[in-house]
Nanobody, 116 residues
Framework: QVQLVESGGGLVQPGGSLRLSCAASRVIFSLSTMGWYRQAPGKERELVATITSSGSSNYADSVKGRFTISRGNAKNAVDLQMNSLKPEDTAVYYC??????????WGKGTLVTVSS
């Protein structure tokens, strides 16, 4: 069974930065996309950013220009650099790995709190 482990969450002041990292417990074959999603209290889980195996990235409009997604040095790893954080970015951030078959693996989430 594949497990995704996130790290890097925490408390940061508005305008600050955090870097989230995610790594799979083992190599995932047929990996198509990795990404980050988030869920704030009372809201549905939403896409933050994704990156394909070919390097194409996609961002939610709310984070464009502030967040950068990248593949980690380790295989089946992904990072999310978050800059200029806003209070509305507060959420549990989940790592996702999507296979070509449509199957998805999810991490347990890491909490990001943006508050003064």
């Amino acid at each position: 069974q594949v497990q995704l482990v996130e790290s890097g969450g925490g408390l940061v002041q508005p305008g600050g930065s955090l870097r989230l990292s995610c790594a799979a417990s083992r190599v995932i074959f047929s990996l198509s996309t990795m990404g980050w999603y988030r869920q704030a209290p009372g809201k549905e889980r939403e896409l933050v950013a994704t990156i394909t195996s070919s390097g194409s990235s996609n961002y939610a409009d709310s984070v464009k220009g502030r967040f950068t997604i990248s593949r980690g040095n380790a295989k089946n790893a992904v990072d999310l650099q978050m800059n200029s954080l806003k209070p509305e970015d507060t959420a549990v951030y989940y790592c996702n790995a999507g296979l070509a078959s449509g199957m998805n693996y999810w991490g347990k989430g890491t909490l990001v709190t943006v508050s003064s």
